[in-house]
Structure formats: C-alpha cells, structure tokens
C-alpha cells in the first residue's frame, strides 16, 4: 500500500526568507501524482502545486517548487519570499496515475513570523 | 463561480444517531469524492461517486454510506455514530478524466461531533 510521511510536525520562518518542507512516499507504481496542498484555518484545502512522476523537471508556480527525487521517493516543497499569508497546515499527497483517489501525508504546520 | 458547498458547517451527534452531510460540486464538475480528517491528522478517503455510483471506496465500514444525484450533487450518511467518527468531512469534487486529479477543488468540510 501507498504511504506518504511527513516527518516534521511543525516548522516555522521569518517573513520574506526562504523554507523547506519535507515528503517521502512508498510506492511501487511508476506512473503517479504527487501534490502539495495548503490547508488555512478557513479549512478549505487549496492545491498549491502537482508533480507528474514521468517528468524529470521540478514543478514550480510562483514562489512556491518542488525537489522531485523520484529514486529517493522525496517531495520536498521549498516556499521562498514567505509571506504572512503562508501561515498553514501543509499537506503532501499521493495519487496513483490510473485513480484520483488522494493519500495524504499527516501535514506541516508552517509559522510565519514578522 | 461557486466552489464547492458543504453543509452544514457545524454538527453536533449523540452517539448512536445517524448523520448526512451534504455537498454540492463545482459547476462543471460530475465526481464528488468524500475524505474523514481527524484532528491533527491528514485527510483520508472514504468513497468517490460518479453517474450516481459509488466508484471507489477507501477502508470504511459500511455504517458510511453515500448517494450522488443527478444534479451531482451528494450526501454522505453515517449510522451508528462513534465517538471516534468526530472529524471534519471534507467533500471534493473533479472533473472525470485523465486529468481529473489536478481538477480536485474542496469543500471547506463539516465539523462532526459525536458526544
């Protein structure tokens, strides 16, 4: 079975500094979806950024990327320029290519200080 | 353009009782998958539903049951309510396709408390 982990409960940044959230997944799957999502006290889950397994070259959208290490099975988001607005639950999930059925990770709490 | 509702925002059960929450999809969206967050941990699965069918079903007994409408619209019902189904129920909906998984938008949940 699919696993995701997320090995650090909590994490914390100053304003307009740079930060790195840590994944590792287990699959034997070769072809697979990897996401970032950002979950604020409003609850809502938004999508912050995907990775598709078969590409080699690291997703970015905006300040926020990714280091895609697909032998390792690590998916480390890296939010640079932090923002107040930041401030989240971090979650990093898992979807097998053939099911959009998501496997989250149990989340990252990111401060972000002034 | 509305994202996705859920309703209500806030529940509170006795132990024992039966619940439905509701969700409606994003416009344009005809799948609506349903996901169990206990507090401090991730989102889980619980079931997806497309043309009115279950589709696919995560580790949930069978007091958690579902239905989807024409209209695509969906509800989740538990029976029996535990202490332990206290979490908030996060509704999603996506597009079917080969693309769906990137087409995920989420509800803002229901509460669910069982005393």
């Known amino acids: 079975a699919q696993t995701v982990t997320q090995s650090q409960p909590e994490m914390s940044v100053q304003e307009a500094e740079t930060v790195t959230l840590s994944c590792t997944y287990d699959?034997?799957?070769?072809?697979?979806?990897l996401f970032w999502y950002k979950q604020p006290p409003s609850r809502q889950m938004i999508l912050v950024i995907r990775?598709?397994?078969?590409?080699?070259q690291n997703a970015t959208e905006n300040r926020f990327s990714v280091n895609f290490q697909k032998a390792a099975k690590s998916f480390s988001l890296k939010i640079s320029d932090s923002q107040l607005g930041d401030a989240a639950m971090y979650f990093c999930?898992?979807?097998?290519?053939?099911?959009?059925?998501?496997?989250f990770g149990t989340g990252t709490r990111l401060q972000v200080f002034p | 353009d509305a994202g996705v509702t859920q309703s209500p925002t806030h529940l509170i059960k006795t132990r024992g009782q039966q619940v439905t929450l509701r969700c409606s999809p994003k416009?344009?969206?005809?799948?609506v998958s349903w996901y169990q967050q206990a507090l401090g941990q991730g989102p889980q699965f619980i079931f997806q539903?497309?043309?009115?069918?279950?589709?696919q079903r995560g580790n949930f007994p069978d007091r958690f049951s579902g239905h989807q409408f024409p209209n695509y619209s969906s509800e989740l019902n538990v029976n029996a309510l535990l202490l332990g189904d206290s979490a908030l129920y996060l509704c999603?909906?996506?597009?079917?396709?080969?693309?769906?998984?990137?087409?995920?938008?989420f509800g803002s949940g229901t509460r669910l408390t069982v005393v």
């Open positions: 999603a909906s996506s597009p079917l396709g080969p693309d769906s998984t990137h087409g995920y938008t």
């Open positions: 699959t034997s799957e070769s072809d697979y979806y």
């Open positions: 990775q598709e397994a078969y590409k080699q």
């Open positions: 999930a898992y979807s097998d290519y053939n099911t959009d059925k998501l496997i």
């Open positions: 416009s344009g969206h005809d799948t």
């Open positions: 539903y497309y043309e009115e069918e279950e589709r």
